[in-house]
């Protein structure tokens, strides 16, 4: 396996690179899709308005649109939905009208209901002031005006708002996690049987996938044959995905096969082991002219200190959007001590409150128990004496 940085990479290190992997090789490429499927994505072009909002001169209450001084001779009714009229009001006259529908041309404000005084004969009066609740063409929006530039990850609001301006579908990244799950004693349901153990880690990456603006496929799961891992590895890559984890495999044992298999298919080594606790046998390499591997360590703890450390950095520079792990807080006092490793970073489970971050025990890198029930993790390096510590966030 051709090696760039060799050794085990310090902590920040290893992420940095994993930003820098998906930076080098990224961002992915784009897709037109349905608004129902666009959820998730990250705009790959800015986002035009195809239509004012609003597109004409409209009411924003009930009540009675009106000319001028009053009091106002109401004349007809206008609901939401109606075609824009070219019959102009007169002053002193009224129409009634509906939140949203157009309002005639000549309207200077809208009276709502319940402020207008019946005044018989067909006629309104009561206090208003010029353009009272009317929403004025393009006083939101403008047609063509960019409302959203790329690199937005796609939110509800998101969506309902290129519903609102007309868009049906939507330009956008979201790149593709392959998933190899290895391990012959690995079960993928039910309750495991003795030496059996089920798989913690497929579970995790879909939202760990969403998270960062990709979108993880389902398992496939292998057993522990080092050719095996290979040839899925480099079926894995032909079906054209962004990246591939490879759950398992990563360390010495005599079943553990990824860093073979990687040097067989002739691999550039990224990252070879991160100086972190848990979580060291973790690595990221790129296949030939293919995707990035991210060698996640059995361990379930492991695991995901290795998606935070890895993946979630080189799935969201691929979507061409900010590490979701780097979120706020950034910082936070450690409200319990904590004790370094000697020379590995520790990441610690934390839970925050305010300003303050609460260990939350339990931490072992065969349990989730831990991070479970965290915002995230303390980063601890060696030598470290606290109160204040880097904070990576974990989804929640
Ligand atoms: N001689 C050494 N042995 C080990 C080292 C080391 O440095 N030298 N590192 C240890 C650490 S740390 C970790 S983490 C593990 C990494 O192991 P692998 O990535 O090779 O994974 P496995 O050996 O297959 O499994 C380890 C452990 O995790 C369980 N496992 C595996 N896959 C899953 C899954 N999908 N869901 C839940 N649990 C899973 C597996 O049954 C093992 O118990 O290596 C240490 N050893
Ligand atoms: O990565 Mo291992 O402890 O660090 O389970």
């Not at 940085?5 to 930076?23: I, K, N, P, Q």
Request: with cysteine.
């Amino acid at each position: 396996m051709a090696r760039r940085e060799g050794a085990t990479a310090a902590w920040d290190r290893a992420r940095a690179a994993a930003r820098e992997l998906g930076e080098r090789t990224g961002p992915s490429a784009p897709r037109r899709v349905p608004l129902a499927e666009a959820l998730g994505a990250t705009l790959a072009a800015d986002l035009p308005a195809l239509v004012g909002i609003p597109d004409c001169d409209t009411s924003a209450m009930d009540g009675y649109a009106v000319c001028g001084p009053g009091p106002w001779r109401v004349t007809g009714r206008v609901l939401a939905g109606a075609a824009p009229t070219a019959d102009a009001l007169a002053p002193g006259t009224a129409v009634e009208i509906a939140t949203g529908a157009p309002v005639p041309p000549g309207t200077t404000s809208v009276l709502p209901y319940e402020h207008a005084r019946e005044e018989g004969g067909g006629a309104v009066s009561g206090e208003t002031e010029p353009d009272r609740h009317v929403r004025r063409a393009g006083e939101d929006t403008r047609p063509g005006d960019v409302v959203l530039k790329q690199g937005a990850p796609v939110t509800p609001a998101v969506l309902g708002l290129a519903a609102s301006l007309g868009h049906d579908a939507l330009r956008v990244r979201r790149p593709v996690l392959a998933v190899l799950v290895t391990g012959d004693e690995v079960v993928r349901t039910g309750v495991p049987g003795p030496g059996r153990v089920r798989d913690a880690i497929g579970p995790m990456l879909p939202g760990l996938a969403d998270w960062a603006g990709a979108r993880a496929e389902p398992p496939v799961f292998l057993g522990d044959v080092r050719e095996g891992l290979a040839d899925a590895l480099r079926s894995a890559a032909g079906s054209g995905p962004d990246a591939v984890a490879v759950c398992g495999a990563s360390s010495k044992g005599p079943a553990d096969h990824l860093r073979s298999a990687l040097g067989d298919l002739g691999a550039e080594t990224v990252v070879d082991g991160v100086a972190c606790r848990p979580g060291h046998p973790q690595l990221l390499a790129r296949l030939p002219d293919g995707p990035a591997v991210v060698g996640l360590p059995g361990n379930p703890g492991a695991a995901l200190v290795a998606a935070v450390t890895l993946l979630a950095p080189l799935l969201s520079a691929l979507a061409g959007r900010p590490d979701p792990a780097a979120a706020a807080p950034g910082r936070a006092e450690l409200s319990a001590p904590v004790r370094p490793h000697p020379v590995d970073t520790r990441l610690v489970a934390v839970r925050l409150t305010g300003s303050a971050a609460e260990p939350v025990g339990h931490d072992r890198p065969g349990s989730l128990r831990s991070p479970a029930a965290a915002d995230g993790y303390a980063v601890i390096p060696p030598g470290w004496s606290g109160p204040l510590a880097e904070i990576v966030r974990l989804p929640r």
